[in-house]
């Protein structure tokens, strides 16, 4: 089995910061992709940033210059820091993992989600 659990979400003031964490235990293989998504009241659920294996990076647009996605892959770990937050960041953010099981084969994986407020 295999799990994804997130922390760090909060409630911070406009031009604030948060930084997300995600880890992933259980039958782990390898740790292939991994991201975070986001879901605000009404709105789909929308890439946020995402790292390969390898460290290749991709961000939406709109948190470019404003986001830095990382990762540990000896503690099967991805982190998000969040600066320069602004209102339109407020949804629930979503861990994501392309993951290679060790009894499960290759599969994607989600976490439980974690709110994040910004207030203006």
């Known amino acids: 089995q295999v799990q994804l659990v997130e922390s760090g979400g909060g409630l911070v003031q406009a031009g604030g910061s948060l930084r997300l964490s995600c880890a992933a235990s259980?039958?782990?293989?390898?740790?292939?992709?991994v991201g975070w998504y986001r879901q605000a009241l009404g709105k789909q659920r929308e890439l946020v940033a995402d790292?390969?294996?390898?460290?290749?990076?991709n961000y939406a647009e709109s948190v470019k210059g404003r986001f830095t996605i990382s990762r540990d892959n000896a503690k099967n770990t991805v982190t998000l820091q969040m600066n320069s937050l602004k209102p339109e960041d407020t949804a629930v953010y979503y861990c994501?993992?392309?993951?290679?099981?060790?009894?499960?084969?290759?599969?994607?994986?989600w976490g439980q989600g974690t709110q994040v407020t910004v207030s203006s």
């Open positions: 790292i390969t294996s390898g460290g290749s990076t």
């Open positions: 259980g039958s782990i293989f390898r740790l292939n992709a």
């Open positions: 994501y993992a392309d993951i290679t099981s060790g009894f499960l084969g290759r599969g994607d994986y």
